[in-house]
C-alpha cells in the first residue's frame, strides 16, 4: 500500500471560495457575515472536484489513500478574528470529511485548527475534539505564524501552546506543521514562506525541550524538512553548542519529514542524511507545484517516481510508503485495520 500523507483540498467547488469572499468582505462593515448554512455544496459537486483531479493522479502514479485537509494557502488565520477562524476551519474541514465519507477507501481526513493571531492556542482545542471524534480526523495542521508572514506567534516550545499538545497526546494523533498565505511581501508563500516555517519549527524544536514534556507527541515536518536535511551538520552543531543531546536523540524520535520535494537529488539527500524510519511519502499534489519537469516529462509532485528511483532495499521502502505513516498516525493504523488492509 501507497499513503501520502500531504494532501490538501485545492480543487474545492467554486462555492467555497465565493462564501469566503463574502465572509471577508463582511469584516470590518455593518454586514452580517454568512450564515455557514447558507454555502451548499452537493455530493455530486465534490465527486466532479475530487475524481477528475486528486482521485485520478492517485490511480494514476498507484497512490491508494491520501490524508487529506484543507488547503493551506485558504487557512489565512491572519484574517478577521477567532470567530472568523471558528467559522471558516468548521466548514473546511467538513468538506474534507464529506469526502472521505464519499471514498472511504482513498481519502481520510486531517483537520485544520481555528488560529487566530494572539488568540490563546487553547481556543482551538473544541475544534480538535469535534473533528476527531465526529469527523474522523486522523491528524491536525498546526500554524505556528498565524500572523501571515510577521513570525508574531510565540515559538512551539511556548507553554501556550501545551493546551495543544495535550490533547493531541490523549487523543495519540500527530500534527503536520503547515503555515499558511504570507502576507509579507518579503517572502513568497510557497517557494519562501513554507520553507522557511519547515527550518524554524525544526530549529525551535531543537533549541526547546519539549518531548521531554510530551514524549509521545509527534509532528510531520513537511517539504522534506525545508532546509534541514540539507543543513544537517550546521543543526548537529547548533544543537552541541545549546547543549542538547545529539538531534537522534534529541528530536528524532519525535519528528518526521515528508518526501514533498520535486526533483531527485533532492530525495536522494533526504533519504541519504535523515533515518528511513523518520520519512514518510508524500506528494501534495496539485499543490504549489504543478507543472511537468521538461527535465523528466513527469510532474514535478509525481514523488513515487523519486522514491523508487532511488533505488532502496524493499523493506525500507514499504517503510517510507507504508509502515512508518501507519506508525505516526495511529488512528489511520486502526481505520486500515477496521478495513482488512
Same mark, same amino acid.
Given at each position: ?5 500531504h ?5 474545492a ?15 470590518g ?5 454568512p ?23 492517485m ?13 493551506a494557502? %485558504? ?6 478574528? %477567532?470567530a ?6 468548521a466548514?473546511c ?5 464529506r ?7 482513498? %481519502? ?5 485548527l481555528?488560529?487566530s493571531?494572539?488568540?490563546?492556542p487553547a ?27 510577521h ?5 512551539l516550545?511556548?507553554r501556550?501552546?501545551?493546551p ?8 495519540d494523533?500527530?500534527?503536520m ?6 502576507v509579507?511581501p518579503?517572502?513568497?508563500t ?5 520553507l ?19 514524549p509521545?507527541?509527534r ?15 550546521r ?6 553548542a ?6 537522534e536523540?534529541?528530536v ?5 519529514f ?6 531527485q ?15 514518510? %511519502? ?16 513527469h ?5 513515487r517516481?523519486?522514491?523508487?528511483a532511488?533505488a532502496l532495499?524493499s ?9 512508518n ?17
Amino acid at each position: 500500500m501507497i499513503i501520502d500523507c500531504h494532501g490538501h483540498y485545492t480543487t474545492a467547488p467554486a462555492a467555497l471560495g465565493e462564501w469566503r469572499e463574502r465572509q471577508t468582505a463582511a469584516l470590518g462593515t455593518p454586514q452580517a457575515p454568512p450564515a455557514q448554512a447558507e454555502l451548499r455544496i452537493s455530493d455530486d459537486e465534490l465527486r466532479e472536484s475530487i475524481e477528475p483531479n486528486q482521485l485520478r493522479l492517485m490511480d494514476e502514479r498507484g497512490i491508494d489513500l491520501t490524508v487529506f485537509s484543507p488547503r493551506a494557502s %485558504f487557512m489565512a488565520h491572519h484574517v478577521g478574528d %477567532f470567530a472568523t477562524s471558528s467559522t471558516w476551519a468548521a466548514i473546511c474541514n467538513e468538506l474534507c470529511h464529506r469526502v472521505s465519507q464519499l471514498y472511504p477507501e482513498r %481519502f481520510v481526513p486531517a483537520a485544520m485548527l481555528p488560529q487566530s493571531p494572539g488568540v490563546d492556542p487553547a481556543t482551538c482545542v473544541p475544534e480538535l475534539t469535534r473533528c476527531v471524534e465526529e469527523l474522523g480526523a486522523v491528524a491536525v495542521n498546526l500554524n505556528p505564524d498565524p500572523s501571515g508572514g510577521h513570525w508574531t506567534a510565540p515559538p512551539l516550545t511556548d507553554r501556550s501552546w501545551y493546551p495543544l499538545y495535550e490533547k493531541m497526546v490523549e487523543y495519540d494523533i500527530p500534527a503536520m506543521i503547515h503555515v499558511s498565505t504570507s502576507v509579507n511581501p518579503a517572502f513568497h508563500t510557497t517557494g519562501a514562506h513554507y520553507l522557511n516555517a519547515d527550518t524554524t519549527a525544526f530549529m525551535q524544536l531543537v533549541q526547546g525541550d519539549l518531548f521531554a514534556d510530551f514524549p509521545t507527541l509527534r509532528f510531520v515536518i513537511p517539504h522534506g524538512g525545508g532546509a534541514v536535511p540539507y543543513h544537517w551538520g550546521r543543526f548537529r552543531g547548533l544543537a552541541m553548542a545549546l547543549g542538547k543531546p545529539p538531534l537522534e536523540e534529541h528530536v528524532l524520535g519525535n519528528i518526521y519529514f515528508d518526501t514533498c520535494v520535486y526533483h531527485q537529488p533532492g530525495i536522494d539527500l533526504l533519504l541519504d542524511v535523515v533515518p528511513v524510519r523518520n520519512i514518510l %511519502f508524500a506528494s501534495e499534489m496539485i499543490g504549489a507545484v504543478r507543472d511537468i519537469d521538461p527535465c523528466s516529462g513527469h510532474h514535478f509532485d509525481d514523488t513515487r517516481r523519486y522514491i523508487e528511483a532511488a533505488a532502496l532495499p524493499s523493506s525500507d521502502l514499504a517503510a517510507v510508503q507504508e509502515h512508518n505513516a501507519r506508525s505516526v498516525y495511529p488512528r489511520l493504523d486502526a481505520l486500515l485495520t477496521r478495513q482488512v488492509r
